[in-house]
Each structure stands twice: as structure tokens, then as C-alpha cells.
Nanobody
Framework: QVQLVESGGGLVQAGDSLRLSCTASRHTFDNYAMGWFRQAPGKEREFVAAISRSGTHTYYGDSVKGRFAISRDNAKSTLYLQMNSLRPEDTAVYYC????????????????????WGQGTQVTVSS
């Protein structure tokens, strides 16, 4: 089992940037495919970005494509989400998630495909 802790959220203005981090408790971090999801009040959890074990393969939700970038540092057991050109509609609680992939190059876009979740970090973008 792996424990995940997100950080880096906050209150920013539209057009600003933020970088979220997700630190894993286990040194076997590179065994896991990782993802970022977000949930706004009254809405379902939404896929944001995913990355394969080595970081070679990434995938983004349509609403963040071209503005957000997912990356990972396996030596530091840390996942990142660089968020640029933030918009008020990006306001949500952001969660990182981990799962053991079937193939090493796999990444996943559905919340049900992930086994471990962090507690979330709030991102608020004012207009």
C-alpha cells in the first residue's frame, strides 16, 4: 500500500500558475502509474492528467490540454502537476492517485482504475 500527500494548492488569480506536488510514502513509487483528478463542488470527479511508471507516456483531459503538465521524479517519489494559465473553472480540490499498471507503459484515465488516493489540495482561481 502507498500513502499519497498532495501539496501546493492555494488561491490565485486567473492567468496565474501553480505547481502541485504529490509525495508517496514508498520507495517503490516507480512501480505505480499515477494520475491527477479534480472535483468541484456539486460536480463529479474529473480526470486531469495521467503518467506511466517511467514518465514516458502522459495523457490529459481536454479541459487542461496545453495548459497543464504532469511529470514525476521517481528518485524523489514525487508526482507534479504544473498548472499554467489558470481559469476560474479550474477551481476544485485536486487529488493524486496511484495504481499498479498492467504494463509498465500504461496510464489510466478512469477514477475506478486507481487504488490509492491522497487527501486532496484546494485550488481556487479568482477572476
Amino acid at each position: 500500500q502507498v500513502q499519497l500527500v498532495e501539496s501546493g494548492g492555494g488561491l490565485v488569480q486567473a492567468g496565474d500558475s501553480l505547481r502541485l506536488s504529490c509525495t508517496a510514502s514508498r520507495h517503490t513509487f516507480d512501480n505505480y502509474a499515477m494520475g491527477w483528478f479534480r472535483q468541484a463542488p456539486g460536480k463529479e470527479r474529473e480526470f486531469v492528467a495521467a503518467i506511466s511508471r517511467s514518465g514516458t507516456h502522459t495523457y490529459y483531459g481536454d479541459s487542461v490540454k496545453g495548459r497543464f503538465a504532469i511529470s514525476r521524479d521517481n528518485a524523489k517519489s514525487t508526482l507534479y502537476l504544473q498548472m499554467n494559465s489558470l481559469r476560474p473553472e479550474d477551481t476544485a480540490v485536486y487529488y493524486c492517485a496511484a495504481t499498479n499498471p498492467y504494463y509498465s507503459y500504461d496510464y489510466y484515465t478512469l477514477a475506478d482504475q486507481y487504488d490509492f488516493w491522497g487527501q486532496g489540495t484546494q485550488v481556487t482561481v479568482s477572476s
